[in-house]
Antibody, heavy 123, light 108 residues
């Protein structure tokens, strides 16, 4: 059974760097895209970025300058760093596994999610 | 466009059928997937690849697609279906991922 378990600091001061890690159990890294997604309080879901097993990354253009996603396949973990946080970065952060396939019409979906981590940026 | 548009709120009487829609240019290239999110919980995938259901999702949930619009239909809505529903896909470039703004479903 696939499980994603995430952890990291929940309270940051403005200008600090957010750091979260997600461990994957019961699945190989190969063949999937591993994403970070966030949800500000009372708002919708926002994709932050993804990484594949070879370390190739794609980021949300609105966050690209501050985001780094990395992978450690030996530990079956991937991580998120978001620099220079402000109050606007306060959100629940999720890790998730993405599947992307299909020829003429693509199929993309997140089938497994972590439990979520509330990160608050406040002075 | 890299946006997916959903109605903010929809209501349905208990036991009736409701359709939640999602519009966007990327849906001409990618089938939408749909997620159910209840308060304080992580989203749960309910429909993927146009009209496939993960194990454990009731068959009252179904999906369809036409042009730039995807739909999630709940046939015979139950009280436990009251939740926020999000659609998602790759964007038109295929390089990023987009979510709809979400639809709050109320079961009356």
């Amino acid at each position: 059974q696939v499980q994603l378990q995430q952890w990291g600091a929940g309270l940051l001061k403005p200008s600090e760097t957010l750091s979260l890690t997600c461990a994957v159990y019961g699945a190989s890294f190969s063949g999937y895209y591993w994403s970070w997604i966030r949800q500000p309080p009372g708002k919708g879901l926002e994709w932050i970025g993804e990484i594949n097993h070879s370390g190739s990354t794609k980021y949300n253009p609105s966050l690209k300058s501050r985001v780094t996603i990395s992978v450690d396949t030996s530990k079956n973990q991937f991580s998120l760093k978001l620099s220079s946080v402000t109050a606007a970065d306060t959100a629940v952060y999720y890790c998730a596994r993405g599947e992307d396939y299909g020829a003429i019409i693509g199929r993309y979906y997140f089938d497994y999610w972590g439990q979520g981590t509330l990160v608050t940026a406040s002075s | 466009s890299s946006e997916l548009t959903q109605d903010p709120a929809v209501s349905v009487a208990l036991g009736q059928t409701v359709r939640i829609t999602c519009q966007g240019d990327s849906l001409r290239s990618y089938y939408a997937s749909w997620y159910q999110q209840k308060p304080g919980q992580a989203p749960v995938l309910v429909i993927y690849a146009k009209n496939s259901r993960p194990s454990g999702i009731p068959d009252r949930f179904s999906g369809s697609s036409s042009g730039n619009t995807a739909s999630l239909t709940i046939t015979g809505a139950q009280a436990e279906d009251e939740a926020d529903y999000y659609c998602n896909s790759r964007d038109t470039s295929g390089n990023h991922v987009v979510f709809g703004g979400g639809t709050k479903l109320t079961v009356l």
